[in-house]
């Protein structure tokens, strides 16, 4: 039975959620802007979801819905808004739950920045949030576009292509990503469990290590590198860094499945003593 494992992380520019939030990879305008955004961090534990069918992702599409006057009546704040200030709007309307509104406000904004692949880029991340994959490859291939060697825009591509199953497609924007930026954590680890999933284990263990090597207080790898050391037959290795998990991860939820699978370890190794016959 195969040990359960974390999917993968996705770098995106949003606040921390179940999906992720961001090395900001695009500037801002000031050091107070990114301290205002909160944006410097890569979730600890992005939960699982149920996987859906290929003719749902092949569904998915993006929905602009007409922009209605509102209290503004003809005048439009954001008309004169940069670009960088329509991602802090559409993050702090994230941030505050009006997924809808932080959508439209990217929407409005790249017609006229069509140039900018920060808006490509953070929609892209809010698509993936919604379950629209579809939607969200659209708009990372146009940021791709316009920068071809950004690591943060291939790792995210990668984790969209895993989700349609092209696993090699993934690989190698992965594969491009590390290359490009070596300490990505994010890059590494979804390529481990890529690896884990294909049982390379040797190979996603070496990954999993070097997330540990580049931020030792993130819990993910941890769980990960503990069912890769367990499948690789390390019970006692694999058991120290699901304890370390526990110790740092922040989701009750992923806590508890590390501490099921240390009893049943524990159950295992106690039933194989038993059945080693004494010399």
Excluded at 42 to 49: C, D, G, I, Q, S
Excluded at 166 to 193: C, H, M, T, W, Y
Excluded at 214 to 223: E, L, R, S, T, W
Aim: proline share 5%.
């Amino acid at each position: 039975m195969k040990n359960k494992f974390i999917n993968g992380y996705t770098v995106i520019l949003a606040v921390i959620a179940i999906t992720v939030l961001a090395w900001l990879v695009y500037k801002t305008e000031s050091k107070t802007e990114m301290d205002n955004l909160n944006a410097s961090s890569v979730e600890k534990e992005p939960l699982n979801k149920a996987p859906k069918t290929a003719e749902a992702f092949n569904k998915a599409s993006p929905v602009v819905r007409p922009v209605v006057a509102g209290p503004h009546k003809s005048h439009d704040p954001h008309s004169t808004l940069t670009a960088e200030k329509h991602i802090q709007v559409a993050l702090q309307h994230k941030q505050e739950g009006r997924m809808f509104e932080a959508i439209q406000s990217l929407s409005m904004a790249i017609p006229k920045y069509s140039d900018n692949k920060g808006l490509y880029a953070v929609r892209a991340s809010l698509y993936l949030e919604q379950g629209q994959p579809a939607a969200a490859l659209q708009d990372l291939q146009m940021a791709l576009k316009l920068d071809p060697e950004d690591p943060a825009l291939l790792t995210n591509r990668a984790q969209v292509y895993r989700q349609f199953g092209q696993i090699r497609e993934a690989l190698i924007d992965l594969n491009k990503a590390i290359n490009l930026s070596p300490n990505l954590l994010a890059a590494r680890f979804n390529r481990g469990a890529i690896y884990y999933s294909s049982e390379d284990y040797q190979l996603a263990l070496e990954d999993f290590d070097q997330c540990v090597a580049i931020d030792p207080h993130v819990a993910g790898p941890y769980f990960n590198r503990a069912s890769t050391k367990q499948a690789l037959g390390d019970t006692a290795g694999a058991k120290n860094d699901l304890n370390r998990f526990i110790q740092l991860s922040d989701s009750e939820q992923w806590k508890s499945t590390a501490q099921d699978l240390l009893q049943r370890w524990e159950k295992d190794e106690a039933r194989k003593a038993v059945e080693t016959p004494k010399s």
